[in-house]
């Protein structure tokens, strides 16, 4: 699975939203961007396209931002792929194309359909509140004794 620097970018910025969800503040592009290397005119776009999809909200002025739309637990990487990299673009390969003209293609595409499958299904499975907490877990100390 290939992705884009659109969508890593993406979801740096919804997993740095879920882990400030409880503050209830907006947080500001510029401190995702400071925070995280991410550059400032490609998560303003990014953030736009997540917004028009209902996954971000913001709130303009002085102390605007932007803050997930509903709680991290209910927003998947699914949600957060499907939007910057659109429909399944494994299932509209060429392959898709010749399907029905021999058994050897129709195994091959049957063999593609499983493999995204697959993929959704594992994208579908990891919550942002899941990310916020395997990100705590490596950012605590540990302490023997």
Request: hydrophobic content about 45%; some cysteine; charged content about 25%.
């Amino acid at each position: 699975m290939r992705l884009s620097a659109k969508t890593e970018y993406a979801a740096i910025a919804v997993l740095e939203l879920a882990r400030q969800w409880t503050s209830g503040e907006p947080v500001r592009i510029r401190s995702i961007c400071e925070a995280h290397g991410v550059p400032a005119r490609f998560l303003v776009q990014i953030l736009l396209q997540l917004k028009g999809a209902g996954v971000v909200v913001s709130t303009r002025g002085a102390s605007g931002g932007y803050q997930l739309a509903r709680p991290p637990a209910e927003i998947t990487l699914e949600d957060v792929f499907r939007v910057i990299e659109g429909p399944d673009e494994l299932l509209t390969a060429v392959t898709a194309d010749l399907a029905g003209r021999s058994r050897t293609v129709n195994v091959l595409l049957d063999a593609w359909r499983q493999v995204a499958r697959a993929e959704t299904d594992t994208l579908r499975g990891v919550t942002f509140a899941d990310l916020v907490e395997r990100s705590r877990a490596v950012n605590e100390p540990m302490y023997y004794i």
